[in-house]
């Protein structure tokens, strides 16, 4: 979850005239920060997760599914034990922190205290993700559950909302969702809104359809509403936004609707956080394909596995001159990505980087830069916040617009956490014992509490394994670009090569090659093999290490297709079942009984075995 702030929200066409008001106090923020925490210290590497959740409604009568907007309703009583600390009515700490996110029918939860550095702390992990998703049933009414699924598989489709509304807003200008699914508070709609006036058109999101056997070729969905007249935009479909054989969507709630698992780590010191940032982007892809849960959307069979390029289209705000369709006349940049996208340059500048790793040509501000060098920070940082401050802000309060810069960092969060990246990089905030901190942004959320903490406690212990034995992961940042594409394709994890480096613990040579994902896990030198080196170098008892081992034969045997990706999964329990016609759509019947399945799994009450095996 971003930045929330109260206040009066600005329209783009009053927004426009503050962006460099924005820009230059953000910079400003930004020095303050840097000076003050530039030689931070912090003696832990604390950690948290985060999970998203959908809140599902069942009817059980008729056998059908809704996705309930009652995340509010539901939140209230969630936080109470958050405010009641707070207030001191309790000394009890929470055990989950509860948060809204950008779709009403989505909850966020994370631990109510950040893990720590030891192995026993891995080890809770699963039992307070259990916890969450138990906290958040007592919450909700009866027939409803929180469901760790990516998406939710007919959103957009007539009659998939409980209470149920026309798609006929003004902020989001829908041909299949209303504006009731997004976030009441003013910050959502006016950033779903801002994004459409910015960049001159809806959003345009097309993802291929899987061809089954009875799938129509060319596919051209029967379902889009070509001839709707209601709002300008309404003929963008018609005049060639929809794509052929693709699935087409116009809104920024069919990406940021999406549910991911993410992990936040605070480094000992900026320089930690720098090589941590480095060494983890070539990973990113890589549990991108591993975590791959997300094949339908729109209530259609996709070829695609995962979410990624769904949301970065989603809020993609580049007017057709960043886009590089029309002559810059209006605009400073020509942008070669949406502001959710990979990572475009590394931070560190210990020995084992090498300039040819950046070999893409970094789109930044250049006075933003001149500035942040004269003022003592590194070159390579500086160009990091002076590319992310290429953007415009998208949502202004105006009774922001003037505050303290050197207690506030609302104008730098306001760029910082509008650029959604593979990974974060992330300032501690202003007068706060919190560290700098890395977010690692790729995974797609899983369907069991198990499956979620194995790809949460793999992910740390290879994090650490990283700094501990100062193992060198640079690639270029193309190749991870390359990579990330390559993630998204069907059973990527099976049938694709990523690039790699060919030995990570030999910092002289520089060799790198396509392998498939089994390769780079499973490897002599594979990340599995560098998690359990880590693990032997530590005292570990044995019942702390057998439960480690378990996740770590989750991701070994999804990476050698012993065990399904839950992308695979869903997409099985799809085709086998016997209301599907082999046409690539997946019905409300279906729906109904791939979500009961997946209620089943995040609550134990169903084994996958082709997901989990004997675990």
Known sequence: MGLLSLGTPLAWNEAKGYADHVRAHGIEQFLNIYKNQKDKTCSN???GDEIEYLIVKFDEKEKKTKLSLRAFDILEKLERAEHDYLAKKTDKEPDALW???YGRFMIEGTPGLPYGDTLSDLLTVEPNMSLRRRLAHEAMEPDERAVTLVNYPRLGCPHELEPDHEPNGMACQSLFVPDQVINPHARF???TANIRRRRQSKVKINMPIFHDINTPK?????????D???????KEAKQGAALADHIYMDAMVFGMGCCCLQITFQARDMDEGKRMYDRLA???????????????YRGYLADVDTRWNVISCSVDDRTPEERGEKPLEDNRFVINKSRYDSIDSYLSNDEDYKSKYDDIDLVYDKSIHHKLIK???????AKHIAHLFIRDPLVIFEELLNVDDTISSDHFENLQSTNWQTLRFKPPPPNSSIGWRVEFRSMDIQLSDFENAAYTVFTVLLCRAILKFKLNFYIPITKIDANIQTAHRRDAVLNEKFYFRKDVKERSKDDMELMTVNEIVNGPQGLVSIVRQYLDSMETDQETRCTL???????SKRASGELMTGAAYIRQLVTNHPDYKQDSVVSSQITYDLLKRAAQIGTGEYKARELTGDF
Do not use: Q
């Open 189 to 191: 709609p006016t950033l």
């Open 282 to 296: 070539p990973v990113t892809p890589i549990m991108m394909a591993l975590s791959a849960n997300s094949p339908i």
């Open 45 to 47: 590497l604390l950690w």
């Open 99 to 101: 948060r809204p996110e």
């Open 549 to 555: 081992e378990k996740y770590i034969e989750l991701i």
């Open 228 to 234: 709707r007249d209601l709002f300008d935009h309404d």
């Open 375 to 381: 003022e003592g920070v590194d070159d390579k940082l």
């Open 218 to 226: 060319p596919f051209i969905d029967p379902t889009i509403p070509w």
